[in-house]
């Protein structure tokens, strides 16, 4: 495993069940070397906690949060009407719609308060997101990270090209 550095992914969930898929963005940070924190924090069962969660985020030194719901999904929107930081939406798939519900409530954000989003279930994916936001956002970024970010992506397309038809 790679150091870590002193950047910092916060992914947090509206509840226990959404781990399943919301480990995929803690394994791509810690395949990067992105220090992590990973709780529950429900925007309906613990609405005062997640704002102060969300509030105080910059302040622990968390650069991005990852926010991954169900259903109408409103973590992610409301961690971000909460924050300045980015805020990365992972539709978790639940119930008769399967995630497409979370995915349309994450990306129907009103103006002024953007989530990114991924796929339905993408949390990996999100985790590399986090990464490239860290390495390469602000002036001076991260070099350290954007080079194993540059790594993995020589990586994947290795074996995209040792693909056999």
Known sequence: MTE?????????????????????????????????????????????EMADFAAGAAERGIRVVIAGAGGAAH???????HTSLPVIGVPVPAGHLQGVDALLSIAQMPKGVPV??????????????????????????????????????EELRQKALAMKV
């Open 116 to 153: 990114a989003t991924v796929a339905i279930g993408g949390a990996y994916n999100a985790g590399i997101l986090a990464a490239q936001i860290i390495a390469f956002g602000g002036e001076e970024g991260d070099r350290d990270l954007a080079s194993r970010l540059a790594a993995f992506k």
């Open 75 to 81: 973590l992610p929107g409301m961690v971000a009407a």
């Open 4 to 48: 870590r550095i002193a950047a910092r992914v916060a992914i947090i969930m509206g509840s226990e069940s959404d781990l399943a898929v919301m480990k995929g963005a803690a394994e791509a940070l810690d395949q990067l070397g992105v220090s992590l924190e990973m709780r529950v924090v429900s925007a309906h069962r613990t609405p005062i």
